[in-house]
């Protein structure tokens, strides 16, 4: 009896538990062509302000929302999207943009209203001062015009035509009524070709917009399925689970390219990874002020081995801060201008000679400290970083490397608390970004101290480049200067790009993928296959 | 009995305001701040430091302290979360669920697995159904769950693709997660469950059963088996708590939204209020798995039993 009420016991629980397991069903699955995709965690939020995933970001700043300028990534620089036009005055302080006749998902017409709300919020966002900080006042002239006055010319303003995106003045304010906050559910507040119906910890389903003002979409219906493992993404590609595969791993390309065929392009990434030496780091009574021990790290790096163990050879060495494919103000290598560095151990050596270091010295092994960075072991950082404290060995350069999450790792970098960092930027696109990294006002966001009491660099004239560069609308003397003050950091021997990764993406025979873009794809732009 | 049951309760308050001060302690003295994480690299210092100010970031820990259990306990108020701006107890519920769920599978399948055959194992030792069951737990036990998840997910998913590779959607969804997470403890109820049930194949009362002429089906289940499942039980308990707090693996491999895999996240953003509410909940959790752990214990251990009941008299 006893054994017949716990075998019965033992039932229910199972049933109960199976019975719970249906929920969460992955949407989409009613015989209607639906565009499989994928996430790599929940979507954070569907207000673009609070994405900070690149993932994440794909979904809110393309297929959602809308700037007045697009990202033309492909060729390094910006298209009219919700600005129809862009007036300058002479002095370069006011703009005068006039807008498409484009219309919220909710049905309502853009107006120059909605664009001087969106701007408020942005400027009210610290997360965004990089972009609107110089920008004085935005004014709605009439129903389609916006006026925009800033405290000085500015000529990366293309950037934050195209980071700001546009509210639906009214939605917004309906939505955040009572404290509430904006983003937490699918809402359709803004021009995008794709309405946001709703996301979960699971993943997030989108719906074409039928009257997006640039034509609607080919593809009607999107689900972007969170599928966290790398391993499980290669295998729901290859089962036909997915319709595009973007940032494929690069140990999984073979693999991913040979299930594709033709359906899958790897392309430069818009990024940099670069090794920061902090000069002012009080390691082995300040080894890393010393300029030639500096040089002797740079010719040290072996920037191909690099590449291969952190991108599987998919990479590119990096002798840029910003790929010059990407970014037209940026100064190309290919060019000259600038110092450029390359494995060369004699000249490392030669180098540490110079500095005061005896080859008995080296042979000893001389201490520098710890190469810090973050993630885990297994992302590209931590991986170049263990090739450079090989490379560094072998002029008698002892370091540790240290791997530690962001939220460690990160303030460390940013109050200069280190020796070596192995540190990663991406989606720069004007030159005058580097001015986080290289002004004295950047104060938590660069990772060199240029500006310090003991620099002994010119750290006014740095600045005086930025500003110069920004000052100027013409690209080539724009790049010009830009190449004038990448040349100084690369003298000395501070910021040491080591490589690009490369980005791969693959897509079904389902679907046709016109380009491949290194960040930012336009689903709005594909189709079904016939 | 009750008294028992009423004492294990009331014990649990001071073990989760332990965990939560404990939490608080570990997230005050570990570098980092939400500011920087939330607001990325593009930002100054000045503005990291407003938003921390306006977060309540740098309030004394004490104050910080009170003030949380304060909101926990008298408004079941978390915090709202840095990053998704929702509330941190909605957000992590229906995650907590998916793991609970998860988990309790991952119990139940070893559960079943495990102590069945090591019922068998024990009684028929030195036999088929004993040495080839140990030489597989044996093995087994030493494999961990990310290694059997990667092989079932090559072999069922891209090999014979019988089986979907990520999410929930289903009860197949389930069933490779959750065997991933049932088998190193199978293995473990199963080498648990020999080795207690040998003990007591071997103690006097057992031969005293036999020489009275008890029938050998009753002397395994009546005198063996209800002796031998007191550590059984004790550790599937703890295989359960284990469960809860590590199905993280299985989450991330298998792409489950659980708890496990939520805390993960927001650890690279300091998410407080997530991390600490999350941590809490499985707290919360994993002690009533082991009132429950107790009062089973209790249930089938006269001694234990007894003494709550003399005290009663």
Known sequence: MKKGISLLLALLMMTAVLAGCGDGGSGGQTGEKVLQMRLTSALQSSDWQATTLQNDMRITWVDVFEGLYGLDEAN????????????????????????????????????????????????????????????????????????????????????????????????????????????????????????????????????????????APNIKKVRYQVIADNNAAVIAFKNGELDYFPDVPTTEWEAVKAEAGENCQMVKANDIHWLAVNYLSPTNNGILSNPKVREAIAWAINKEACVMAATSGYGTPAYEYMPHEYVATAPDYTEGGFQTYDYNIEKAKQCMLEAGYTEADMAAGIPVGDIITYGDASTPRAKEAVVIQSNLAEIGLKAEVVVQEYAVIGPRMYSQDYDLAVFGDVGNYDFNNIRQQVHSESVGMYLINYAHEDSPFDWQMMEQLVADGIATADTNERKEIYTKLWAYVMDTDTILPILHTGNGAAWSERINVPSVCPTYYHISQWSWVE | MYKFVIKRILFLIPTILGVTLIIYAVMNITPGNPGQAILGTGVSQEDIDAYNEKLGYNDPFLQKYVRYVKNMIFDQDFGISYVTKQDAFTEILPRYLITLKLAFLGVFLSAIIGIPLGIKAAVEQYKLWDTIPSIIAFLLAAVPAFVLGLVMLFVFCGWLNVLPSYGIGSFKHYIMPALAIAIPPAAQNFRFTKSSMLESIRQDYVRTARAKGVPEKQVIWKHVLKNALLPVITQVGLSLGTLICGAVVAEEMFSIPGVGSLIVERINYKDEPVIIAGTILIAICFTLVMLIVDVAYAYVDPRIRAKYTKSRK
């Open chain 1, 76 to 215: 390094g620089g910006y298209y009219n999207l919700l600005a129809k036009d862009v007036a300058v005055s002479e002095d370069g302080l006011t703009y005068t943009i006039t807008l498409q006749d484009a219309t919220f998902q909710n049905g309502d017409p853009l107006t120059a209203e909605d664009v001087v709300f969106s701007y408020e919020k942005a400027k009210e966002n610290s997360r965004f001062n990089y972009v609107t900080s110089f920008i004085n006042s935005v004014e709605a002239q009439d129903e389609k015009t916006v006026v925009m006055h800033l405290d000085y010319p500015n000529s990366a303003i293309a950037h934050t035509f195209w980071t700001v995106k546009i509210y639906s003045k009214a939605e917004y304010t309906e939505a955040t009524a009572g404290g509430k906050e904006f983003g937490i559910a699918g809402h359709t507040a803004g021009t995008g070709p794709y309405i946001l119906k709703g996301f979960d910890a699971t993943g997030a389903d989108l719906e074409a917009y039928e009257n997006y003002w640039g034509g």
